[in-house]
């Protein structure tokens, strides 16, 4: 795969965040010629922080999704795009459900738009996210599960993955869409809770306060960045990723409260405890989860190498001496 970008033109929609950072490490890594567009919204993620010492080596566009007009300019000649911009709060989308709309689904259309009319040459990787199946009839959760989202933002991640797929379907832009489910790793947001709690945990046991467990008992799988890094370029350049979906997952299927008490044993520090599960998030949890990515391992040959205490010792080893600036500003 490395020769396939070598010297290709690469744009990355939410660079400056998480999983957006550990790509463009990847891909610049493999000689690619990389645009990182971020808004840098302070609630969102993205941070300067991530690509410390990726500096001179990557284009930087400060630029919103929903700017079509900069989009515009910006897809020309890019041979590939990883669209992973997006609102990923969940109790965000049910505060502010018309941003959660701008952002996950009427700029989605907006920038397949822009693709079409200017590059419809371009070959595209849309972040979408196992939160559109809702509460699962049976677990593991394959791609036939049925979709019913149980707050905003999955109902609108679904409608962005659905346009990527219709546009691959009608105007035959190479598009398709990896559902992801709880990625983890260095560079996540720890700040706060918006984009993962596991980010939140990693706070405390850093700062040396209690990691809180909701309930506890809730199954779920945690897929390491470099993993979901790998999965992201392997369906760019796979000709069987065309039009698909795909779900990711991990190695390892854990309880919350077996998650808390290993991370606090890989720490070697901390502790937790057990809280009732708040009533506004219960509305919309999605109980237990892990995913059936039998599919993207037949087609693609992926599948998550990475251990889950592993992915834990290294998402620690890398905040320890940085944990303050990521906590201090979002946007240093």
Known sequence: MSCQFRGARVIITGGLGFIGSNLACRLVSEGADVTLLDSLVPEYGGSLLNIRGLEDRVRVNICDVRDVHGMRWLLKGQ???FNL????SHMDSMRDPFTDLDI???SQLALLECCR??????SVVFASTRQIYGRPDYLPVDEKHPVRPTDVNGINKMAGEWYHILYNNVYGIRACALRLTNTIGPRMRIRDARQTFVGIWIRNILEGRPIEVWGGAQLRDFTYVSDCVDALVRAAVHPASAGAIYNLGGREV??????ARLLVDVAGQGEYVIREFPEERKKIDIGDYYSDASKIERELGWKPTTPLRDALADTLEYFRPCWQEYCACSNP
């Open 79 to 81: 041979d590939y795009l």
């Open 85 to 88: 911009a997006g609102q990923t």
């Open 104 to 106: 996950n689904c009427k």
């Open 117 to 122: 009319e200017v590059n419809p040459g371009l």
């Open 254 to 259: 854990v309880s919350l409260e077996e998650l």
